[in-house]
C-alpha cells in the first residue's frame, strides 16, 4: 500500500466516524464546539479600567458586613489588603488582578534600569559599582559596595576640597522609586542645608548600588556624611517607595547601626518634597551631635 491508498483509507475511516480529516493547508474546521462568549460588561474596543489606579484604602469588598463603615474608616489609614472579601474559597477577582498587576509591577522595578540620560539631565556625576549587569546586582551584593579604579577616580576628579555633605541617589532596588522621587526629595534637601549654611557639592549618581557603596564614597571624597536616597525593594503596596541613609564620618566597614534611616518616602508614604526637608533637619542635628544611627538616638535620649 503505498502513501496516496493509505492517506485515502484514513480520510474514509474518519468520514465513517463523522468527521473530516484534518489535511495540511486545508480549511480549519472546529473539532470540538466553541464555547459561548458570556457577557462581561465590555465590547471589543471598550477602554478596561486599570484595576492600579484603585486606591487600595477605599476598595472594600465585603459582603454583607457587621460594621461596614467602621471598617471602612479604618481601611483609610493603611494601603493593606483587608477587607477583600471572598468567592466560595478564593479571593475574588478584581482582588487577585490587583495582586498580579501589583506583583508585576515590583518586579519590573527591580529588573527594570533607570534610564541612562537620567544623570545628566539631573547635573549629577554618573558612576557605576562594579557589577557589569543587573543580574550581577542582583546576585553579588558585595560587588555593589565598591568602585573601581575608573569610577572611584571619577568621583575624586569633582572633589576641590572635602565637603561636609556628599549627597548621593543609587538606583537600589527599584529603579521607579528614583525616577519618581529622588530629583524632587534632593532639591528640597540642597534647600535645607542652604538655609544653614552647609556645603553638599557635587551631586553623585551610582548605578547598580547598594547602601554600602555610601561608605566607599566617604573614603574617596573625606566627607564628614553621606546622605544617600536609594531605591527600596518593592512591595505590594507600591513599587515606587525610596529611602534616606545618613552615615555620619562614613568608611568601609562602618556597622549598619551607624546610619539613620528616613523610609517610605513615596506618594502614599511621605511625600519627597516633605521627606528632603526633614532630612535636611536631621543632616543638620547628626552634625551638631556627631553621631548617627543608634547612637543619635542615645544621645537624644540623655
Same mark, same amino acid.
Do not use: W
Given at each position: 500500500?503505498?502513501?496516496?491508498?493509505?492517506?485515502?483509507?484514513?480520510?474514509?475511516?474518519?468520514?465513517?466516524?463523522?468527521?473530516?480529516?484534518?489535511?495540511?493547508?486545508?480549511?480549519?474546521?472546529?473539532?470540538?464546539?466553541?464555547?459561548?462568549? &458570556?457577557?462581561?460588561? +465590555?465590547?471589543?474596543?471598550?477602554?478596561?479600567?486599570?484595576?492600579?489606579?484603585?486606591?487600595?484604602?477605599?476598595? +472594600?469588598?465585603?459582603?454583607?458586613?457587621?460594621?461596614?463603615?467602621?471598617?471602612?474608616?479604618?481601611?483609610?489609614?493603611?494601603?493593606?489588603?483587608?477587607?477583600?472579601?471572598?468567592?466560595?474559597?478564593?479571593?475574588?477577582?478584581?482582588?487577585?488582578?490587583?495582586?498580579?498587576?501589583?506583583?508585576?509591577?515590583?518586579?519590573?522595578?527591580?529588573?527594570?534600569?533607570?534610564?541612562?540620560?537620567?544623570?545628566?539631565?539631573?547635573?549629577?556625576?554618573? &558612576?557605576? &559599582?562594579?557589577?557589569?549587569?543587573?543580574?550581577?546586582?542582583?546576585?553579588?551584593?558585595?560587588?555593589?559596595?565598591?568602585?573601581?579604579?575608573?569610577?572611584?577616580?571619577?568621583?575624586?576628579?569633582?572633589?576641590?576640597?572635602?565637603?561636609?555633605?556628599?549627597?548621593?541617589?543609587?538606583?537600589?532596588?527599584?529603579?521607579?522609586?528614583?525616577?519618581?522621587?529622588?530629583?524632587?526629595?534632593?532639591?528640597?534637601?540642597?534647600?535645607?542645608?542652604?538655609?544653614?549654611?552647609?556645603?553638599?557639592?557635587?551631586?553623585?549618581?551610582?548605578?547598580?548600588?547598594?547602601?554600602?557603596?555610601?561608605?566607599?564614597?566617604?573614603?574617596?571624597?573625606?566627607?564628614?556624611?553621606?546622605?544617600?536616597?536609594?531605591?527600596?525593594?518593592?512591595?505590594?503596596?507600591?513599587?515606587?517607595?525610596?529611602?534616606?541613609?545618613?552615615? +555620619?564620618?562614613?568608611?568601609?566597614?562602618?556597622?549598619?547601626?551607624?546610619?539613620?534611616?528616613?523610609?517610605?518616602?513615596?506618594?502614599?508614604?511621605?511625600?519627597?518634597?516633605?521627606?528632603?526637608?526633614?532630612?535636611?533637619?536631621?543632616?543638620?542635628?547628626?552634625?551638631?551631635?556627631?553621631?548617627?544611627?543608634?547612637?543619635?538616638?542615645?544621645?537624644?535620649?540623655?
Amino acid at each position: 500500500m503505498n502513501k496516496e491508498e493509505l492517506t485515502a483509507m484514513v480520510a474514509e475511516i474518519l468520514q465513517g466516524l463523522g468527521r473530516e480529516p484534518a489535511v495540511k493547508a486545508a480549511d480549519y474546521r472546529n473539532t470540538a464546539p466553541e464555547p459561548s462568549k &458570556t457577557d462581561c460588561g +465590555y465590547a471589543d474596543g471598550d477602554f478596561v479600567p486599570d484595576v492600579t489606579a484603585l486606591d487600595l484604602r477605599k476598595l +472594600y469588598l465585603v459582603d454583607a458586613p457587621a460594621d461596614g463603615e467602621k471598617f471602612k474608616k479604618m481601611k483609610l489609614k493603611t494601603p493593606a489588603r483587608l477587607g477583600c472579601g471572598k468567592a466560595g474559597p478564593r479571593y475574588k477577582t478584581l482582588t487577585m488582578l490587583r495582586f498580579r498587576a501589583d506583583h508585576a509591577a515590583a518586579q519590573d522595578a527591580v529588573f527594570s534600569e533607570v534610564d541612562t540620560e537620567f544623570a545628566k539631565e539631573n547635573d549629577l556625576l554618573p &558612576t557605576k &559599582t562594579r557589577c557589569d549587569s543587573k543580574d550581577e546586582y542582583l546576585t553579588r551584593p558585595d560587588l555593589g559596595r565598591c568602585f573601581d579604579e575608573h569610577n572611584a577616580k571619577a568621583i575624586a576628579g569633582v572633589i576641590d576640597t572635602p565637603p561636609r555633605v556628599q549627597l548621593v541617589v543609587g538606583d537600589g532596588l527599584s529603579s521607579a522609586a528614583i525616577t519618581a522621587n529622588a530629583m524632587d526629595c534632593l532639591a528640597a534637601i540642597r534647600d535645607g542645608l542652604k538655609l544653614k549654611g552647609i556645603d553638599t557639592g557635587k551631586a553623585i549618581f551610582v548605578k547598580y548600588c547598594r547602601v554600602g557603596a555610601g561608605d566607599a564614597i566617604g573614603d574617596i571624597t573625606g566627607c564628614e556624611l553621606v546622605c544617600m536616597l536609594v531605591g527600596e525593594r518593592p512591595g505590594l503596596v507600591t513599587d515606587k517607595s525610596m529611602s534616606a541613609y545618613i552615615t +555620619y564620618k562614613p568608611r568601609t566597614g562602618v556597622s549598619e547601626s551607624s546610619r539613620t534611616v528616613v523610609s517610605n518616602i513615596h506618594a502614599q508614604g511621605t511625600p519627597a518634597v516633605e521627606a528632603g526637608a526633614y532630612v535636611a533637619e536631621l543632616i543638620d542635628t547628626i552634625l551638631k551631635r556627631k553621631v548617627s544611627g543608634v547612637g543619635l538616638h542615645l544621645e537624644e535620649a540623655k
